[in-house]
Nanobody
């Protein structure tokens, strides 16, 4: 079965850290650029961080720069999102998505091949 599964969400306090994981099954992530999205209630979905399949370059949205770090471990078919200095406004459901591409971008829109089911992140003040 081809799928992406996110994990690592939870309830934390402002200033805390969380590490999200996105594990692929049924396919290998080597040729896929991966983007983490989030969607808060009543808000549009936002791309927050992505990592390319080629050189491993990354891009972060301005809202998370300096706080979130994306990384990939192709041997484990996994992408992580390390989130530090969390703020209440980071509260959202976080999704990972995969697309066959060398490069990635958090700007614009594109069609992704696979999406995960999401993991809830709640940051209390």
């Amino acid at each position: 079965q081809v799928q992406l599964v996110e994990s690592g969400g939870g309830l934390v306090q402002a200033g805390d850290s969380l590490r999200l994981s996105c594990v692929a099954s049924g396919f290998t992530l080597d040729d896929y650029a991966i983007t983490w999205f989030r969607q808060a209630p009543g808000k549009e979905r936002e791309a927050v961080s992505c990592i390319s399949s080629g050189d491993g370059s990354t891009e972060n949205a301005d809202s998370v720069k300096g706080r979130f770090t994306i990384s990939r471990d192709n041997a484990k078919n996994t992408v992580h999102l390390q989130m530090n200095s969390l703020k209440p406004e980071d509260t959202a459901v976080y999704y990972c998505a995969a697309v066959v591409d060398y490069y990635c971008s958090v700007q614009g829109s594109r069609l992704y091949d696979y999406w995960g089911q999401g993991t809830q992140v709640t940051v209390s003040s």
